[in-house]
């Protein structure tokens, strides 16, 4: 009865408290066997023996990190210099999922405030048709992608009619092909947390910065961009991170040829290359990169709800 | 004013920008759906209004490939989205209605792992895991890699839903003697009811959705549709797959419409 | 761990063995895509009563990482192309078929019976052979096609309009006979030659693609392709200004193979499917929907009269020597390896 008295009211409560390990003890046991225990196993399996032709020797092994990072030339037996192979991988998807992400936001951050600028009644509305091919499968979605953009699909066709171009753009299997359809895949994920950043700003601020004589870009830039920033962060993180480490759009919008990251992975399990430990490692680095930015990102929104 | 308070907030060309983007985001779509009902047999000729395709998905060659993949899909998203709801609905209650503990960060690390790691690194552990496991590949190691992604997917609503839920109702039946087990199953349980739908919903379409874990842990002959739609489209878009991705879109949009309304009738009641 | 996994999801898992247990009169067939007339697999369930579960790959490399990563104790045969009926065998991934298990295996041609990559036939039996070359798109390009300077070298017109197999050997062993060098050669010259020759020619191409090569050629999405000549003829056939090439140098002949799995779940089934494609009426099936030569006796009379005269079956006086693909050591693979990675990055 004391402890009702005392968070009446409250939705944090210990009201379950001594069903507590009972309740969670699903979670842990599915998550620990069937999360955390891969992931780890597959920390191990990065420093193991590759078998020739897929496959892995139990006997510790340095050699597909050395493979990462090192270039031994053609016959393994020159000094060894950087290897620039893997890491111009990551670069470039590096770069694509970054291209993808600053798409996202330059069509995403207009649209969400758009939204959250109208009244309360019809935003539900605009929300549900921004998510709507969210939940349409990615697969079909970037079939479709694909399809639009073949050199004699409808956008050609369309161009030419307009008599905007007079032969087809060549777009599948182009670098702007595969940021478009990153884009195309994570687009909500910019807009939502704009959306809800814009929704809580106080406008009277920007009345106050209009009535000071700010213009209105200056008032954006000035006034409204500051306060809505962790939204801004939050989306372009959730863009940037799932497209680092995205398969279908190279792959299918690529042409599998310009690799990025997904691809080389998938390769070492499912393709030629065969080499699991290899495979392994390069998710384990993709793996710590995407870890870093998300702990830069919870540091940085930590920071930002103390300034609040 | 609040005509000067609209103007102040609105900034010319945005609208533009909506327009554009709802363009962007519909137009593939619309634009396979329009070709799912082409009578030719080539993707790139209109000739005509037709339900061909349709009847072919049914009917044609390839047709028991695609509704034994259809059927594995269903089925797993609806078994993986009701154990990882489960589970999701018992840790949400053990995170926000058990007091506070030591480990309550890491269990909510935990939960959030699958959303943490990329996809492609997920798909290549849980390989790893079963192979070292020396696991027989089949329905079933799709099925326990689908829960386990699934489960933070669930918990995500279901918690938001709790963390809006007063204890009051809970305490009141407590006071008049209810014990905790008819306080959770009689009182949280129903006021939790959109909450857990809208977690079942979203855990069914991630489920519904996933190409690339599953085609890492999928067995011998044993397709789901992302998986069939994949190895037909590597051979070249085909009007029948077009079809196929009509139907299923419409399935995903008549699930958000429930969702949708399930969660605007709870906000006005 | 195994078993604290099945248990927790008992309920679940009588749902999915439902399911599978009608299934006990089945063969699980790996093959590749488009390669088997859905006809000839009905027509062996209606004779057998066996169900065929059928699962496509799209290179012989593929299906070996599938088969190594799990894959193995699910699938009773598959289809591997001759050099990789090899690697399977030292990989001890294939079962041996003893004498007489197999009543029609006097139908092989003879000259496929003793073959250098399986003698004495003990885990294969022949399925269809044919080359590997690429196909030019002649009203983009109108001058000689028969070199392999199109794929290595390409006139400028054909340049940035290539599609190549996703697919180590096939493309490497094209390489080789380009610079006219032996296919696993331990010379670091021409080792090096070749690694060069292939970072020139890789600015050239657009793609690399094995399940669309007839797609992309087809849609006019690229102007040469490297392929298959039964899957050239069906090329040709939606686009009639697509001509097979025979290069001068030599292009790359093949045999897709039927073995038996090791740990195969359904030997006896594996063993009616084997016979049945051992029959020449059933193979020539495969033959006139596939387009490629079989390699049994007696087949003429049920071919497609249109096979024998097909121009991509038919190399002109012209054309060099075919090659099969060769098996390199492990240590020479390495290479090989290196510079396959140095082409796709």
Known sequence: MASGAASGGSANTDTYEEARSWLLLPAWVTLVALSLIPVLLMLVYSFLTKEFRGGVIWEFSLAAYDQFFFDRGLFGDDPATLEWTYITIFWRSIWQAGAATLLSLLIGFPTAYFIATRPE????????????????????????????????????????GLGLIDSPLHMVNTNFAVQLGLFYSYLPFMVLPIYAAVERYNFALSEAAADLYASKWTTLRRVLLP?????????????????????????????????????????????????????????????????????IFARQQARAEREV | MPSNSFDIKSYRGFQAITILCLIILYAPLIVVMIYSFNASKSITVWEGLSLRWYADVFTGPESGK?????????????????????????????????????LRNLSYGLISLPLMVPEIVTAVAT???????????????????????????????????????????????????????????????????????????????????????????????????????????????????????????GVSVVMVTISYFISKKDQKS | MKKLLSTAATASLLTIMAQTAQADGQVVVYHWFEYIPQELVDKFTAETGIEVVMDTFDSNEAMLASLKAGGMGTYDVSVPGDYMVQIMATEGLLDTIAEGELANKGNIAPEWLDVSYDPGRVHSIPYQWGSTSFMVDTATYDGDIDTTDILFNPPTELSGKINMLDS??????????????????????QLKALDAMLQKAKVHWASF?????????????????????????????????????????????????????????????????????????????????????????????????????????????????????????????????????????
């Open chain 2, 66 to 102: 695609f509704k034994l993949a259809a059927w594995n899909s269903f089925l797993i998203a609806t078994i993986a989205a009701t154990v990882a709801t489960t589970i999701a609905t018992l840790a949400a209650t053990g995170m926000i209605r058990a007091g506070k503990f030591r």
């Open chain 2, 127 to 249: 390989l790893i895991f079963f192979n070292a496991i020396a696991f027989e590949r089949g329905l079933m190691t799709i099925l326990l890699a689908h829960i386990a992604f699934c489960i933070p997917f669930a918990y995500l609503p279901i918690s938001a839903r709790m963390q809006g839920i007063e204890d009051s109702y809970e305490q009141a039946a407590l006071d008049l003697y209810a014990t905790k087990r008819q306080a959770f199953t009689k009182i949280l349980m129903p006021l939790m009811m959109p909450g857990i739908i809208s977690g079942f919903l979203l855990a069914f379409i991630v489920s519904l959705d996933d190409f690339i874990i599953t085609n890492f842990v999928k067995g011998a002959g044993v397709e789901t549709l992302p998986t069939a739609i994949f190895g037909a489209v590597k051979q070249g878009i085909k009007p029948n797959i077009m079809a196929i991705s009509t139907m299923l879109l």
């Open chain 1, 227 to 295: 306060s809505v920033k962790p939204g801004v962060i939050a989306g372009c993180i959730l863009v940037f991170v799932p497209s680092l480490g995205a398969f279908l759009a190279p792959d299918l919008l690529g042409g599998a040829k310009n690799f990025m990251i997904g691809s080389l992975i998938e390769e070492q399990f499912k393709g030629n290359a065969g080499n699991w430990p290899f495979g392994a490692a390069a998710s384990m680095i993709l793996l710590t990169m995407v870890l870093i930015i998300l702990m």
């Open chain 3, 168 to 189: 180590q050997g096939e493309v490497l062993a094209m390489a080789a006979l380009h610079l006219g060098i032996p296919q696993c050669s331990q010379d670091r010259e």
């Open chain 1, 121 to 160: 009644t019809s935003r539900p509305i605009w929300v549900f048709l921004v998510t709507i091919p969210y939940w349409v499968n990615l697969l079909i979605r970037t079939v479709s992608m694909k399809f639009l953009l073949r050199d004699q699909g409808p956008l050609n066709d369309l161009l030419i």
């Open chain 3, 209 to 345: 693609n094995s399940d669309t090569a007839k797609e992309v050629l087809v849609s006019g999405d690229a102007a040469v392709g490297q392929i298959y000549d039964g899957f050239g003829a069906k090329a040709r056939a939606e686009r009639d200004t697509l001509k097979y090439a025979f290069p001068t140098q030599g292009y790359v002949v093949w045999m897709d193979n039927v073995v038996l799995l090791k740990d195969a779940p359904n030997r006896e089934n594996a063993l009616k499917f084997m016979d049945f494609l051992l029959e020449p009426e059933n193979i020539a099936a495969v033959s006139n929907y596939a387009r490629y030569g079989s390699g049994l006796k007696d087949v003429a009379e049920f071919l497609d009269p249109e096979l024998a005269t097909l121009p991509e079956s038919n190399p002109p006086a012209t054309a060099g020597a075919g090659a099969f693909i060769q098996v390199c050591d492990e240590a020479t693979q390495a290479v090989y390896d290196q510079i396959w990675t140095n082409v796709k990055k």
